[in-house]
Structure formats: C-alpha cells, structure tokens
C-alpha cells in the first residue's frame, strides 16, 4: 500500500522549476544545430550543427562518443516530462558523453577528415543544453519527493532563500548528491568556457582573434598563438629577390612573390623540382605584371638586392602530438644585400599540421608570412612623367 501511494503521489508530482529548465535546455539545442559547433582548419571553417548531428555518429569509428549524448539526453527528457521519474541517471551520462567533445582532434563528415581549430558557439549551445537537462532533472528529484515544494519555495522572498530552501529539502531527502554534481558540473563548464573564450582573445594574435571571431568560435582546443611577427626594417626591391630553401621545401614559390610585387625572384630549385632536388639558380619574371601567365624563366642576371630565406630546423620527437607543446621548425629571414634585417622570425609546430604563427595560406586574412612579407618590402616609386 506504501509503495503504491508513493507511486501515485511521484505521479501526481508538480513541475516547479524542472519543466521550465527543460524547455530553455531545447530550445538552446534547436538554436545550435543552426550554428557552427567546431571551427575547423582550412578554407570551410567550420561544421554546422546540423551537420554534426546527422553524420556524428560515425564518430564512434574513431573513438569519438559525444554524439552519443543526444541519445540519452533525448531519453532522459522524455522520463522527465511523463512525471513519474526524473531521468537523472540518463541525463548525467549524456552530460559525460557530451565532454568528450574537448578531445576532438580531427571530424570526417562524410568527406576527407579535418583537423577541429576548435569549439563554436553552436557547439557550447549544445553542451550547455545537455548540461541544464542534467540540473533539471536533479531539481525533478526534489519535486517528486516533495509535493508541496511550490508552497514552500513561495513562502521564501529572495532567490539566496528559495536556493538554500531547495539544498535543505535535497538533504533531508537524500537527494543532495545529484543536486550538488549537476550544480558544481553546470557552473564548472560554463567558468571554464568564459575562462577559455577570454584567454584566447587576450593572449592570441590577431589572426587567432579573427579566425576565432569570423567562424563564431568560442575558444581554440589546442594552445593559443600569441606571436605577432612584425618587420624590423623595411627592404626595397628594386632588383632581383633571391629565394634560398636550403632543404628543398616549398613553403613559398616564386609565383607567390610575383603576385606580391618582387619584380625579379630567384630561385635556386629547378620549375620541375618539388623537394630534395636541386640545379642551378634561375630568375623567374612576368612579362605582363597583371597576368600570371606571363611567367618567364631565365638564367640570373644582376646581383640580388635581399635574400630570402627558409631554414627548416631539426626535428624534435613529439613535435604535433596533441600533449606537446610549441617547438621550433623554421627559421626564415628577410636580409638585404648591406645586411639589414627585414624581419627574422621562427615558426613553432603548434599541433597536428598547424604552425604559430600560421604558416600555410587557407585565406589571405590568416596568412601571417605573406603579410609579413607585404609589410617588409617596398619598391621605388614610379617616376614622374
């Protein structure tokens, strides 16, 4: 008789606070399938929600399970919203679930994987989502066990009052561990996303900062680049600009310097060569300045007025893993013919494939060496008719 007249008294149960939690938590899921939830290397930026939920799944092939979330966040709701339970078990797991979305290093979303910059707004609306349904349902609890928590809560006039009303019934009733976990872990992730989001537009560069806010992002998921390389003297080219890879590697090519201006590059890797093979120097010009199919190839001639050059520095194990921190790749400097320093800069390998500052042009915005090229050099002005 007990059993059934708790059973029919849980039923009977009124929403307080719970239901209204609820329905901010879906609406807060619904608004972040509309909008990016990672931002991504390269030039597509970011994953939309929607597509994340439609191929996330797939995740599970690479050991990825936050998509799982939806699942058991769908469930817990659902056992929340009949009345008769509160569908906390459910909704602290899809809670777990969901922070495994901090470890993701690269997404397939039925195309060639990419490589996640990191979390979007989309993606935080989501985790906050799942986040809330778990406070709800620890808040359900408390209505379930006590059916005259509305009279209570209203016979309290502050908020400070009605919350610490809402731990003593917790207490009494055995439910203070739920209430207390869903509190310090909802609190705990969004200090930790504003503290996150805050650091890196603080301490990033300001490419990190544009690409941050031009995808929504909110924070970057490995460490954030602070470097500026800035010019230290600007060099006038009015001649040839040789180009030196004393390792073969093509991060920059003679075509690229052309279409900044250089009148003349020289470059000491043959125009079939790619890496490792070398031949002697050769100038390469354009005839027509406005058409890059005008592009000439010669043998040197005159001396080069600066030297452009890339040194790619020894390796060091762990260089890209996803623990390690920044180390040192290249080294590349600008350096006229009298031995001025146009700008002498290192690039770090920072994570995966990616370089602080960037090194590899996904947009002419978040392309540090071509705008530090740009800054550096000058040419003669023209003569007046």
């Known amino acids: 008789m007990e059993n059934n007249s708790a059973q029919k008294e849980s039923q009977q149960a009124p929403f307080v606070y719970s239901r209204k ?11 972040s399938m509309l909008l990016p939830g990672l931002v991504l290397y390269g030039k597509n930026g970011y994953s939309p929600g929607i597509t994340i939920l439609l191929m996330g799944w797939i995740g599970i092939l690479g050991s990825y399970v936050a ?29 777990l679930l969901s922070l495994d979305t901090f470890r993701f290093e690269d997404v397939s979303m039925g195309g060639p994987h990419q490589y996640v910059y990191g979390i979007a707004i989309g993606g935080i609306l989501w985790m906050t ?3 809330l ?42 439910k203070q561990f739920h209430l207390v976990a869903s509190t310090i872990l909802l609190t705990g992730f969004l200090g930790l996303t504003a503290t996150l989001a805050v650091y890196d537009r603080v301490v990033g560069n300001q490419d990190e900062r544009d690409k941050l806010n ?6 970057k998921r490995s460490e954030i680049c602070s470097q500026s390389p800035k010019p230290v003297n600007q060099i006038l080219i009015d001649g040839p600009l040789e180009l030196i ?45 406005q058409n890059p199919e005008s592009l000439q190839i010669r043998k040197p001639e005159g001396n080069a007025v600066a030297r452009l050059e890339i040194k790619k520095l020894p390796s060091i194990k762990g260089a890209g893993d996803s623990s390690a921190r920044m180390v040192p790749v290249y080294h590349i400097t600008l350096i006229s013919k009298r031995g001025d320093v146009g700008f ?26 071509e705008k530090l090229i740009r800054q550096t050099i000058i040419f003669p002005k023209p003569a007046v008719q």
């Open 67 to 95: 998509w799982y979330a939806n699942i058991f966040w769908l469930i817990a709701i659902i056992r929340l919203l009949g009345g008769k339970v509160s569908g906390a078990t459910n909704a602290f797991v899809a809670a």
């Open 245 to 289: 890879n004393p390792d073969g590697y093509r991060i920059l090519k003679p075509e690229e310097l052309l279409a900044m201006g250089v009148p003349v590059v020289r470059d000491s890797i043959g125009p079939n060569s790619y890496k490792g093979t070398y031949s002697s120097a050769r100038d390469y010009y354009l005839v027509d300045k």
């Open 21 to 31: 939690i609820i329905g901010i938590a879906v609406l807060l899921w619904a608004v």
């Open 214 to 219: 031009h995808e929504l992002g909110v924070f």
């Open 133 to 174: 349904t778990m406070f709800a349902t620890s808040l359900r609890e408390i209505e379930i066990t006590n059916n005259n928590l509305s009279q209570i809560i209203q016979r309290t006039k502050s908020y400070k009052e009605k919350i610490s009303a809402l731990f003593i019934l917790a207490q009494n009733n055995g």
């Open 129 to 131: 989502a799942i986040f």
């Open 344 to 369: 002498d800069q290192i690039w770090m390998k920072q994570y995966m494939h990616n370089y602080c500052p960037n090194l590899y042009k996904y947009s002419e915005k978040h392309y540090s060496l």
